[in-house]
């Protein structure tokens, strides 16, 4: 009975949370275990109790202050430097800016939000059409999550008790990869579509453009420095790059404004909670993963299929394309982990590092497919752009996300090599 | 009326645990800059998990009020508004019994009456019933963990509240979960 509790309250829109425990509650209830709900009100607080859960408010809170500090454009302006002069100029700073962000920020929607609403219209007033304008924003956003600092590697790591700076420094090579093939999508589009002429900026502007965003590339250096570095740990670190957001936001730009906290502080906590909640409610829902031996019996399946990992993978992959477009991604992550990472580590010798990167890719790539794309309709409502129309010109990158998915299935050292 | 109180408390509910936020950054940097000074407080650490875990259950509490929370909408996105009130009305009773489910676990947790018979003595209630709650100290911070886990009893409480007000209020067009 239980499965089909699960997926009755799921798809009734039952928040997820509260799925995964009134599942555990049925499930305890059906097998007779009743002594387990003694103990069931503590197990869900002491799922929490995990140092490197606290990089997740911080985070969140670096995001907010960072775009309340003026810091997108500055970060915008600086990408101009280096790419503005090329035929689509404009596209290649989008992505150069999305990778700035996507090490400071490390939510896939919040990067989407906040960077629609500032570069598609600049691209729109270039001549570029609306769709593409608005379809490689919401592709840059796929980056957040995978270079570091990263939302679901953070709650990868603590379900996977990997260490979450190992995860961050995993998540390098595979988002270079990423970058390279999106500019080659741009490239290749570019080509056919005769993009608008970029111009560069004259040497004293580009100075000028360089200084600006100095205080504010601060934030990743400090994040993946003293993460790559070993100086602070990733909770620290995050909590440091808050720090200079706040500083920098406030005293350097002078866009920050104190009385503004208390609402970002709000923020930062409703959004916290709602993910680290979901945790609190897998730890109880991991008692019916252990006793009903779901990694297990789905491991026999699957073995009986392939003794192949990378064929493995591929069924992985396949299935979590499909959980990904129905499920926010890292609910997803929350909900699979415990029950694949014991395959993939157990029965296929994978990396759990390799397994993580390559699933949280995954997942995330739901946020831009229909009928859930949350990343989607963010990027459609922000830009005025319909989901329809940022779709048709979104293929490509998907296509190259699938690209770089399948190579950091094959190949272990992208993921691995670094750590 | 119930509304009204459910609505007060999610304020004071997401007012706290915007504190907490606050509590839980200045704890961190507080770690980072005692330990760069080479006299680490090893409190610290526990006492901004504990922040963390409130602040998650002041938060989750107040998403039932605001229905917030992250679910699966595809099936009432695409049925007919009629049905989907019935759906909506249905998640609204798995939400209450959820609630009410988490008042009976902390009920049977903390065993109150017990704990009163015994005349709020810790020693002469786990010698009768074998539960060591009032008993177990937190790592680093010399106090009795049942303090920290009082939460629970707060996050039970709130979602109840939440879940009886959407419960007996008839659904709202717009209100998409």
Redesign the interface.
Known sequence: MSPIVFLAALFLSVPVAIVLIATSIWYIWESGNIVLYDSFAQKMFGGLENYGLLAIPLFMLTGELMNEGGMTKRLINMARVFVGGFRGGLAYINLLANMFMAAIIGSATAQIAVMSRAMVPAMEDEGYDRGFAAASTAAGGLLAPVIPPSMMFVIFGVLAQVPISEMFIAGIIPGILLTLSFALVITIIGWRQQFPKGTWMTGSEAIQAVLYAVPALLIPVAIIGGIVLGIATPTESAAIASLIAFIVGWLVYGELKPTHLAEMFKRTAVNASMIIFMIAAASVFGWVIIYEELPQKLAGLITSVTSDPFMFFLIVNLSLLLVGMVIDGIAAIILITPILLPIAVGNYDISPHQFGVVICLNLVLGLLTPPVGIGLYIASSMSETSPGAILKALWPFLLAVTIVLILLSYFADLSTMLI | MLYRISSGWARIE??L??????C??LL??L??VT?TMGNALFWV?EL??YA??W??????S???HHR??????????VVSPKVKVV??K??DV??F??AA??L???W??FMPLEFARAGFDAKTFQGNTF?FIYAEPTSTLGLPKYM??T??WVF?FGATLHSTMHLLRPVQPDSA?
Do not use: E, H, K
Not at chain 2, 17 to 22: E, Q, T, W, Y
Not at chain 2, 68 to 76: A, D, I, K, M, N
């Open positions: 997401l007012g645990a915007a504190f907490l936020a606050v839980i950054t961190v940097l770690n980072v330990r650490d901004a998990i963390m875990a602040m998650t259950f002041l938060g989750a107040a998403a039932l917030t929370s992250v679910s699966v909408t595809l099936v009432p996105d759906i909506l249905v998640v798995i939400v019994a959820f489910a988490m009976y676990f902390c049977r947790w539960n920290f886990w939460i629970m039970a979960p």
